[in-house]
């Protein structure tokens, strides 16, 4: 009786130091959302993006496969509260329609190139498709293997996520909630449509997360860079191929840079892994 009184005291121990260690990182899985708006232009995805943001609801907006943005606020543990507080919204006549966005909803899981609604880039054009083999006549009953898909590589559905970001004018926080949050609010949002939720500072997200060296960046991985580690003025999400995608600086729109770049070598302090 007494071991297994110490075996349960135990595992409580165990369990509390396990949800104390995730609630100190900042990372935490993400409850249902609240989702509306279908705003053509992005300037009034902006404006009402702010609009929340004066009453204290931190929101971001994002553009949708079918070209039109929507604005996405809310961390709620069920889908009842969720749309309480999205009812209580309609009656202060602040939002009208919206969609209860479930925990785990990948919003973007298909690669499509940023700024997908103009002329991609060459350094994202894809190669053409190769010719497919003939197949002889003999084996055509056998039908070909399904390529496997890792529904479950979420770095990977993050970084295309922030691709499809690129060429957006991205401004959320800066003047809004604290001044230059526009990098790292641009991750957390990003993160946040990939069902996870970060800290909102740079300095917070790198301190967050597993330590990654350069040489061992993968896809959706966070790249900090700064004077220090103590002084993170910058961060932006990796995407293969030596590059990364971010938010310059208020104003300016989401865009690809190289990590050898000569600026950002120059700052780079390190990476984070929260997948």
Not at 57 to 71: L, Q, S, W
Not at 73 to 91: H, I, N, T
Not at 221 to 238: E, P, T
Request: charged residues 25%; proline residues 7%; contains cysteine.
């Amino acid at each position: 009786m007494i071991f297994r009184t110490q075996c349960i005291v135990l595992l409580l121990c165990i369990c509390t130091l396990t949800a104390h260690a995730a609630k100190s990182t900042g990372i935490t899985r993400l409850g249902y959302a609240i989702q509306m708006g279908a705003f053509a232009d992005v300037n009034n995805a902006e404006r009402f993006t702010t609009k929340l943001q004066t009453k204290g609801i931190e929101a971001f907006y994002f553009r949708k496969d079918n070209g039109v943005y929507a604005v996405r606020f809310g961390d709620f543990p069920s889908k009842e509260k969720a749309r309480a507080a999205a009812k209580k919204l309609v009656a202060e006549r602040l939002i009208d329609s919206y969609y209860i966005a479930p925990p785990n909803e990948v919003v973007f899981s298909q690669p499509k190139g940023p700024g997908w609604q103009k002329p991609p880039p060459d350094e994202f054009r894809k190669p053409s498709p190769s010719l497919q083999p003939v197949i002889p006549k003999e084996a055509a009953e056998k039908p070909l293997p399904k390529p496997i898909k890792d529904t479950r590589d979420m770095g990977a559905i993050a970084a295309r996520t922030a691709e499809r970001f690129v060429g957006i004018p991205y401004r959320w926080g800066g003047d809004n909630v604290v001044e230059g949050m526009d990098c790292s609010g641009f991750v957390r949002a990003v993160y946040n449509l990939c069902g996870l939720s970060i800290p909102r500072t740079s300095r917070d997200q790198f301190k967050a997360g597993d330590l990654i060296v350069k040489d061992e960046l993968k896809d959706g991985d966070l790249v900090f860079f700064g004077a220090s580690a103590d002084k993170i003025s910058h961060v932006g999400i990796y995407v293969g191929e030596g590059r990364f995608v971010h938010a310059p600086r208020r104003g300016e729109d989401i865009r690809v840079t190289a990590v050898s770049d000569s600026y950002f070598e120059k700052r780079f302090v390190g990476a984070r892994r929260y997948f």
